[in-house]
């Protein structure tokens, strides 16, 4: 394999880092740079929201590799570095410091960034956001403190962190719009199980509850929901999504939908540039349409295929996708992707918080989540890959293995 060529990759993410340990596994001897804007080595996030931000793990636990990685593969790690500007006709990329890095590839894992919230206040002391490990340091420090948290926004962030929160003993309240927690991805249904486990453990969940603005001298006090109410608090910590960082690519031409426009290689439509992780919108072979995970498997994944790519292997990236979340003591995974369906079967009683959730679209398992079972993500990824059509009686019964299920329709199909 050619010495003399370079390859650079732009965020220095686990998506980043591990197609950076790719290339070199997979024999790529020339250049290659990883350039991260943080000043930490790559690191994992989701223990941010979970066992690090409660104190129960430090640092060292949550680097992608250890610290000599880098340097021992021959991997240059710019780190505090931003690339500011790409020129994809010269193939040059510029640093913020007006370094001009040329490259034969480049990968683009900038990831994403949270949504920020435009209302009153919105600048006050004490509203918090959570993204990198140095915002978890910060927000730890408010849990260490005590006191009581308003958690804006019940999607994944911030469940996790009410978890978080109410495990270090705090007074949480929770405020949604809409009318259960983590409605928009799993639904009424499996959303109202969160609920109760939430308020189960304490929380308020004030549901169907916007919020107008934050409010208080210096730093955030109370705040103000759009039905007029004000919640008392010593701080607030918003989670109402993530954006795609894609400002890089737009800016260079590059097609840009929702993330970074990327084919199935995870080309994007600039010759020899690349995407992988939360910021790539990609076709994805077996739904035959462009997603965007913004999941932490799809990083750890989609990096190394990218990797492959880059260095000519045709590589068709077609994991299904897949993620994970821990709240108390209530662990789950999910696979699949459903945008919609015609109604949710349950293995086992949800109530009892040990179950299976299928979620069924033309009498087809489109997504399954695992909740505190085990071990059964690859028979709910074949039941979704097989297509069949399924029995809902036999879905929900315990007593018939998924793997003879996925066998047993295919071969009535
Ligand atoms: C608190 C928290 C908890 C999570 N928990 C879970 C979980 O339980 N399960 C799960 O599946 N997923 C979870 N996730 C999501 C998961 O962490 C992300 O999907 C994953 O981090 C995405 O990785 P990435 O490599 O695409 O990019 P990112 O992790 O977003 O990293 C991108 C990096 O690129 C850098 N960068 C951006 N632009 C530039 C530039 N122009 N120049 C240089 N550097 C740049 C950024 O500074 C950043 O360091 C969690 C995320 C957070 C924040």
Not at 44 to 65: M, T
Not at 241 to 256: C, D, K, N, Q, Y
Not at 295 to 318: D, F, I, S
């Amino acid at each position: 394999m050619s010495t003399s060529q370079t390859h650079v990759i732009v965020g220095a993410s686990l998506a980043g880092a591990k197609a950076a340990e790719t290339l070199r596994d997979e024999g790529f001897d020339g250049r290659i740079v990883l350039v991260g804007s943080e000043t930490e080595r790559p690191y994992e996030r989701p223990p941010l929201s979970k066992d690090y931000l409660r104190g129960e793990s430090g640092r060292d636990k949550v680097y992608v590799h250890p610290e000599d990685f880098y340097a021992e593969r021959d991997i240059e790690l710019r780190l505090g570095a931003t690339a500011v500007s790409l020129d994809t006709g010269a193939r040059e990329v510029e640093l913020d410091d007006g370094t001009r890095l040329g490259y034969d590839r480049l990968l683009l894992t900038t990831g994403s960034e949270p949504r920020r919230l435009p209302i009153p206040g919105a600048e006050l002391d004490g509203v918090l956001y959570l993204r990198s490990v140095d915002d978890s340091d910060a927000l730890r420090a408010r849990l260490d403190a005590g006191g009581s948290v308003v958690v804006v926004g019940a999607g994944w962030i911030g469940c996790e962190v009410a978890a978080s929160a109410r495990q270090r003993g705090l007074e949480v309240t929770v405020l949604d719009p809409l009318g259960v927690p983590l409605e928009r991805v799993l639904g009424p249904e499996l959303g109202s199980v969160y609920r109760d486990v939430h308020t189960d453990h304490g929380v308020r969940m004030l549901m169907d509850t916007g919020v107008e603005a934050f409010e208080g001298e210096g730093r955030v006090e109370r705040v103000r929901t759009a039905g007029g109410d004000l919640l008392d608090c010593d701080f607030v910590v918003v989670g109402v999504g993530i954006a795609p960082r894609t400002g890089l690519a737009e800016e260079a031409g590059i097609a840009v939908r929702d993330g970074v426009v990327v084919d199935a290689h995870l080309r994007t439509d600039a010759e020899g540039v690349f995407a992988a992780g939360d910021v790539a919108s990609a076709h994805h072979p077996f739904y035959g349409e462009a997603i965007r995970v913004e999941h932490w498997a799809n990083a750890l994944n989609q990096g190394p295929a990218a990797a492959r790519n880059m260095l000519g292997q045709a590589a068709p990236y077609e994991r299904l996708p897949y993620f994970f979340s821990d709240q108390y003591d209530v662990g789950m995974e999910y696979s699949g992707f459903a945008r919609s369906w015609d109604r949710v079967v349950f293995r086992g009683d949800p109530a009892s918080r040990e179950f299976i959730a299928f979620w069924i679209a033309d009498d087809r398992v489109v997504a399954g989540m695992n909740v505190n079972v085990w071990d059964v993500t690859d028979p709910i990824q074949s039941l979704i890959r097989a297509r069949v059509p399924v029995d809902d009686r036999r879905l929900s019964d315990p007593d018939v293995p998924l793997e003879e299920l996925v066998l047993a329709d295919q071969l009535a199909g």
